[in-house]
Every structure is written in C-alpha cells, then in structure tokens.
Nanobody, 126 residues
C-alpha cells in the first residue's frame, strides 16, 4: 500500500518558519520526482515546489521563491519543505505528491502526480 504522510504543519505568526516532512512508503522513492502543492480554503490546488528524482534540480512558484526550500533524503524516502518568512497568504493545506515510479522530472500540473498525501494545515497569522 502506497502511503505519503505529511507532518510539520501548524499555526505560526507572520515572519515565522515551519519545516514540513513527507514520508513515503510502499513504492520506490529514489528516482521519482516529488512536489509540494497547496490549497487555500475555497481555492484550487496550486504548485509550490518540486525536486527531481536525483535531487539535483529544484523548482519554485514565484510566490515562494527565496523563502521556501525543497529537499529530499532518498535514504529516508522523505521529502521536505522548509518555509521561512511566512506570510498570511501562505495559509493553506499543503500536500506532497509523487510522480510515477521512474519519472525523474517534475511538473507543475497536479494531474502528472500519481500519489498524494492527506495534507497538513499551515496557518499563518498576521
């Protein structure tokens, strides 16, 4: 059974930091691109950040560039999202997602991702 389990969300004041984790199991991790998306209440799910299967290249939405950092630990089958300088507009449910096994390169489209976590709530107060 494939599982992606996010953790690390919570309530933080504007300007603060959070570090999200996504632990995967039940499928190969190394070599598959991973991404973080978020969905504000009442809005569509949107791309936040992604990382290639090798971990060499990363990509970010313009709204988070310079504040968020995605990384992965293949030995732990885990992907991370370090979020700094948080703003109220970052408030959303954050989801991690995995591309099909062996697809190294990430995209920004939700339909390109095969497996999803259940989401973790991030709330930034002003």
């Amino acid at each position: 059974q494939v599982q992606l389990v996010e953790s690390g969300g919570g309530l933080v004041q504007a300007g603060g930091s959070l570090n999200l984790s996504c632990a995967t199991s039940g499928r190969p991790f190394r070599g598959s691109a991973m991404a973080w998306f978020r969905q504000p209440r009442g809005k569509d799910r949107e791309f936040v950040a992604s990382i290639t299967g090798s971990g060499v290249a990363t990509y970010y939405a313009n709204s988070v560039k310079g504040r968020f950092t995605i990384s992965r630990a293949n030995a732990k089958s885990t992907v991370y999202l370090q979020m700094n300088s948080l703003k109220p507009e970052d408030t959303a449910v954050y989801y991690c997602a995995a591309r099909p096994v062996g697809l190294q390169y990430p995209t920004t489209a939700t339909y390109d991702y095969e497996n999803w976590g259940q989401g973790t709530q991030v709330t930034v107060s002003s």
